[in-house]
């Protein structure tokens, strides 16, 4: 079941009628049995993994909190972590690591012929194992008690709006609201819909049509024109964004109508002005996921290393594993390094220099700059989801190599793609389907409100849910096409 697909509509609706009827302890219960089904949905026999995980940290979660002995603490700490990862390296990790071997020991003389597991990768597995790793660490360090109750911290794990694709909501914070009853307002049912029709609409009319434009050019050969290349690339930064944002809205929501606040994943990331800010808009769950757990700690661990060296480290270490987390491909390898030296330049380089060189005092000349700055960070964006998209380094470079040695601005304006049985400017086809997102999040970032619509009056309401609703009915893809961050 996907969140655009009927089969989930009528199960939703089920499960959303029985949570009303029921008490809060029920409620988690009907929850829990709920989730299972729906995980159990894409393959039963991976309920197992989830089950493993959930038994092994309530356990670990428990003698971690009861033990003096700071020693029986990081060893229950370290079963829990090790127990974790490689349930997440075997299925997710192993072949890359064993193919990659081979590679290297071929090119030096030796013979080797891995052993490779043919299985396929557990969907959603790197999003409860972040949520899960959470728990026994907050334990560790103190932030979080344990929950006795197991079928309420097996909720926390799998509960389904979140499974497949987060958002990673961590145990201090989500775990509270399944163990205390939650207060349904209108307000919190109003909003939760209108993040499921957003999302809906995003996925539908914008993403999955723009997929269409991207899945071709990254399909071909290795002959590429520089326009194309940069048509495709613009129509992949709005697909993403549209599809897991897409998702992440409409997990959001569903939880919302339920009582639950889940974290929010996307806000306005590309009103980012440098790299920076542009991480703390974007998958912001994960990125604070990194920072707490990964970064911080081993910024601190590297304690006896030089200021500049320690932060260059850190960070470069940090968003490799960061872009690894994605999949086991050097694609997300290089993606992932691609951003942690950006930030390491940032850092070190930029923010310095910008204080001093470049401070407009003049209200329409920090706008100004400001706008330089946001359609600067945009592009910067868009080289990244070329690497992030891209099947292979030599993609990577055939791409690139295109952008600067084989562009003609001309075939940004004559390049076309069909629509139906007609050609059209694919420039215009990409701001055909972009373009209310565009206008709406202007009017959010200037507004600084991400639920401006509520604050229209009701007539400019119902005429933009009667477009939206007109564009799903006629220009959105049928069939229930899956979210990208599913495979991850």
Known sequence: MIFNSIHFAAFFVA?????????????????????????ASWDWRFLSLVLTSTILDYFCGIKIDESNDNKKKKLFLLFSVAGNLFILGIFKYFNFFA???????????????????????????????????????DIY??????????????????????????????????????????????????????????????????????AKIVDP??????????????????????????????????????????????????????????????????????????RDYIYTPLFVSLGKLKGKTRLSLTMVVTFTLLGFWHAAAWNFIFYGVYHGILLVIYYLLVQPSLRTLINPQKKLFQSMWKVVRIVFMFHITVVGFLIFRSQSALQIYNMLYSLIFNFKIADVVLNTS?????KISTALIIMSFAFILIALEIVQYLKNNSLIVFRWNPAARAIFYIVCIYLILFFGVEGGKEFIYAQF
């Not at 944002?245 to 959001?252: D, K, L, P, R």
């Not at 069909?418 to 007609?422: L, R």
Request: proline content about 4%; aromatic content about 20%.
């Open 15 to 39: 499960v959303y009628i029985l949570y009303l009827l029921l008490n809060h302890r029920w409620q988690n219960r009907m929850l829990l049995a709920a989730s299972y089904v729906f995980y």
């Open 99 to 137: 193919y990659n071997l081979q590679a290297l020991l071929n090119l030096v003389g030796f013979s080797f012929e891995p052993q490779i597991f043919h299985i396929i990768l557990p969907i959603g597995i790197s999003y409860y194992t972040f949520k899960t790793l959470s728990y026994t660490i």
């Open 141 to 210: 360090w103190g932030r979080l008690k344990p929950t006795k109750n197991f079928l309420d911290y097996a909720l926390f794990l799998s509960f389904f709006p979140a499974l497949l694709s987060g958002p990673i909501d961590t145990a201090k914070k989500f775990l509270p609201q399944i163990l205390a009853p939650r207060h349904l307002t209108m307000d919190k049912f109003y909003e939760g819909c209108y993040l499921i029709f957003w999302g809906l609409f995003q996925k539908l009319f914008i993403a999955d049509n723009l």
């Open 217 to 290: 050019v990254f399909a071909s050969g290795h002959v590429y024109k520089g326009a194309e290349v940069l048509l495709a690339m613009y129509a992949y930064l709005f697909q993403l964004y549209c599809d897991f944002g897409g998702y992440s809205s409409i997990a959001i929501g569903l939880g919302k109508i339920m009582g639950f606040d889940m974290m929010i994943n996307f806000n306005l990331p590309y009103f980012a002005v440098n790299i920076a800010d542009f991480w703390t808009r974007w998958h912001i769950s994960l990125s604070t996921w990194v």
């Open 418 to 422: 069909k629509v139906g049985d007609i």
